[in-house]
């Protein structure tokens, strides 16, 4: 069984002027560049990324320069921050079908996947569009890779006070037995630095259904001056 498991946890304190002042001063390459560059050795995995967006439409325009790589194959979105009456079409990615779950009847939230047009899906959980205040946002779909079935899943817990694991441990126990591969990202506003309770409960579950943790890339990333784009990127071997 091969299970990858990502969660970001890289921030900038905003008290530490030292650190901010050393992060504005660096250039950094544009993202679109990282990103090819990052990828060029493996166009034949199946590559895949997680971003907490905190409103796709705020920055559509960004992340059409951002994921043009050919060999980027899905965007786990945390934060999409899409509602029903935005019509997908109106923030599709050239190449990418995308699938959401919008949070309804509160701003903010929700969740999405931008998957290659040519890879096989089906929905298998959604958490409800309508969720409570300290409620779990999740999608989780089946892909097809060359007849191998792969569980592929995004998570946003809103605040470090939602107790998720209730959730998470039932949605792990449903799924994780059904298939060989599986890979989980997210925004679960768990510090798995802190050893904190949050972050040893969270390792223990993890741990339990044989997840294993990647951080290959993680990038913080400022656009439009304050807004937070953070990324890790992992890929799944194909066969």
């Given at each position: 069984m091969s299970s990858v498991f990502c969660d970001e946890f890289m921030s900038l304190s905003s008290n530490d002027d030292s650190s901010e002042a050393s992060f504005h001063s660096t250039t950094f390459p544009p993202l679109n560049v990282t990103l090819n560059s990052f990828f060029s050795d493996s166009p034949?995995?199946?590559?895949?990324?997680?971003?907490?967006?905190?409103?796709?439409?705020?920055?559509?325009?960004?992340?059409?320069?951002?994921?043009?790589?050919?060999?980027i194959h899905a965007i786990l979105v945390s934060e999409s921050w899409l509602k029903p009456?935005?019509?997908?079409?109106?923030?599709?990615?050239?190449?990418?079908?995308?699938?959401?779950?919008?949070r309804v009847g509160r701003g903010g939230g929700g969740v999405a996947i931008y998957l290659r047009s040519y890879i096989p899906f089906s929905l298998l959980s959604s958490s409800s569009s309508s969720p409570l205040a300290d409620t779990f946002?999740?999608?989780?779909?089946?892909?097809?890779?060359?007849?191998?079935?792969?569980?592929?899943?995004?998570?946003?817990?809103?605040?470090l006070h939602v107790d998720f694991f209730s959730t998470f441990e039932f949605l792990l126990e449903k799924f994780i037995p059904i298939y060989n591969h599986s890979i989980f990202m997210g925004d679960f506003n768990t510090c798995l630095l802190k050893g904190d309770s949050r972050s040893r409960r969270f390792r223990s579950t993890a741990e339990s259904y044989n997840l294993q943790y990647y951080h290959w890339l993680s990038l913080i990333i400022y656009l439009t001056a304050i807004i937070i784009i953070i990324i890790i990127a992992v890929w799944f071997p194909a066969e």
């Open positions: 034949k995995d199946f590559n895949v990324i997680h971003i907490n967006a905190q409103s796709i439409p705020a920055h559509y325009t960004d992340m059409l320069a951002s994921f043009e790589s050919r060999n009456f935005l019509p997908t079409a109106s923030y599709s990615l050239p190449g990418f079908r995308l699938i959401r779950n919008d946002e999740h999608l989780l779909i089946e892909v097809t890779l060359s007849h191998t079935k792969v569980l592929l899943g995004v998570f946003y817990s809103p605040s």
